[in-house]
């Protein structure tokens, strides 16, 4: 497996959260800019699609490196290339909707609107072929623990089980030898 994984699981479903949440949050605040005219939207714009966009590299690395565990099956591979096809396209047009606008003085365009628009339908699809991915084709599941690990847990367990038994053993022994009238009964 060449996942980047923390803990067993693979790093790139948790990427994904940032870019997923403020990609969709910059094209709301453009068609909230454009509706009302107000720059504090444009600002909000421009800032979601700034942090989006730098989040969305760090996915887009961790998912290229969970590409070459795609299956062989034909329709896992046909879904991997359009999710990883769709996510650059998304990234890229990001990328460039950054690059057209006023850092200084963001303000409603109507370009922006249409490429934060666009970037969140490549996303939305993009998203169902991840799914494809994660939940059809069992990407989403961490690799089965080593046998060694597996073995040791079992020992562990084990040792904690005698312990355990062995303090019950030495409870009833005192509460034995405990007089009754002391006991309370």
């Known amino acids: 497996m060449a996942r980047l994984a923390f803990g067993g699981i693979s790093v790139h479903p948790m990427l994904n959260d940032l870019p997923a949440a403020l990609l969709p949050t910059s ?6 800019a454009a509706i009302t005219g107000r720059t504090s939207w ?13 989040a ?8 290229l490196v969970d590409y070459q ?11 991997g290339r359009t999710h990883l096809m769709l996510n650059v396209g998304a990234l890229t047009m ?3 909707n950054l690059m057209l606008r006023d850092a200084r003085r963001p303000r409603a365009n109507f370009l922006g609107t249409m490429l934060s628009l666009t ?14 991915l994660a939940y059809k084709h069992r990407m989403a599941l ?14 562990r367990v084990g040792e904690m089980a005698a312990e355990a038994r062995e303090r019950v053993g030495e409870t009833a022994e005192r509460v034995r ?8 009964s």
Do not use: F, K, M, N
């Open 142 to 155: 961490a690799p089965a623990a080593p046998a060694r690990a597996v073995g040791e847990v079992r020992e």
């Open 27 to 32: 094209a709301l605040c453009d068609v909230l």
């Open 56 to 63: 969305g590299v760090g996915a887009a690395v961790a998912g």
């Open 119 to 132: 970037t969140l339908g490549a996303l939305a699809y993009s998203a169902l072929q991840g799914s494809v």
């Open 42 to 54: 444009a600002h909000c714009a421009y800032h979601t699609l700034q942090i989006g966009t730098l």
């Open 69 to 79: 565990d795609v299956p062989s099956d034909p329709e896992a591979q046909r879904a």
């Open 177 to 184: 030898r405990t007089p009754r009238a002391a006991r309370g």
């Open 94 to 96: 990001s990328a460039l």
